[in-house]
């Protein structure tokens, strides 16, 4: 797979490909890069126009508390360090998905606009970003019970031909995919964190080797576990499904949070299974 020069340069603008990006480095976010993007389209110019030419003279006009040229120059001075994580990422099996590609999620752009990640990671049938299907969210710290409700949900849903539309944390998430893929269900999980390490893992092979899944992340693939990236993640299950079910949520943390989201922003519908737990 070869990755086209605009997908490079939207790679260096948005993503991180290391510790050091941090302070002038720090990728642009969803948010800054849309107004960011907004303007180059009414400028006739792509990403990749930025990687060569004088920055100073194509960037005239351009007027951003954050998004300084400076900073945009910095970003786009980390061609070594992308060369090496693709070549790295690529290798493993992974796919790099930008927002201007024909098969990006519709769902994402329709829900969020130009708050849509500019950049997804992702390994598997990506066609299935566009499937549709029931969320299934949760806890990590579940009762038995509930991880057999979880599975026996993905069941359900492969039974109905619904895919399961998950986040792949231990606990509900990964219960409800693997209930779906263990009766030749489909399931699509989006990872805050270890991609790359979760497409090689084995639960997964067999259901990425027959298109029966895919796992995509707006983060980098290497990320370790960060809550911002959790909690910020959650609105993309919602938004890639047609309904959403919640299977056990405290009173915070990242389940109670998405959850809240979704009503105030009505996103889709949301069910909530009935418990007596106090908690």
């Not at 930008?98 to 999620?105: C, E, L, N």
């Not at 992702?122 to 299934?136: K, Y």
């Not at 710290?141 to 991880?147: A, H, T």
Request: glycine share 10%.
């Amino acid at each position: 797979m070869t990755v086209s020069a605009n997908t490079q340069a939207i790679l260096l603008l948005t993503a991180r490909f290391g510790k050091s990006d941090s302070g002038a480095n720090k990728p642009l976010t969803p948010k800054e890069y849309g107004r960011f993007a907004e303007w180059l389209r009414f400028q006739s110019l792509t990403p990749e126009r930025l990687l060569s030419g004088d920055l100073q003279e194509l960037l005239q006009g351009w007027q951003d508390k954050t998004v300084t040229v400076e900073r945009v120059g910095a970003l786009l001075d980390r061609g070594s360090a992308l060369a090496l994580s693709m070549e790295k990422w690529l290798r493993a099996g992974l796919w790099v998905m930008t927002r201007s590609a024909p098969d990006y999620p519709r769902r994402l752009k329709q829900h969020l606009r130009s708050d849509s990640p500019a950049v997804l990671f992702g390994c598997g049938n990506r066609a299935l970003l566009n499937s549709g299907g029931l969320a299934v969210i949760g806890s990590r710290k579940v009762s038995q019970d509930d991880l057999v409700y979880s599975s026996r949900i993905g069941e359900m849903a492969s039974n109905a031909g619904v895919s399961i539309v998950s986040g792949g944390a231990r606990g509900v998430d990964e219960t409800a995919m693997l209930g779906a893929l263990g009766s030749e269900g489909i399931a699509v999980g989006v990872l805050a964190d270890s991609l790359l390490r979760a497409c090689s893992s084995g639960k997964y092979r067999r259901a990425l080797m027959e298109n029966n899944l895919v796992l995509v992340s707006p983060f980098n693939p290497e990320a370790g576990f960060n809550t911002g990236n959790a909690m910020a993640r959650n609105k993309y299950i919602y938004c890639l499904a047609d309904a959403a079910l919640a299977i056990h949520s405290g009173k915070k943390g990242g389940t109670w949070s998405g959850a809240q989201e979704d009503l105030k922003r009505g996103w889709v519908p949301l069910w909530v299974k009935q418990t007596d737990d106090p908690e």
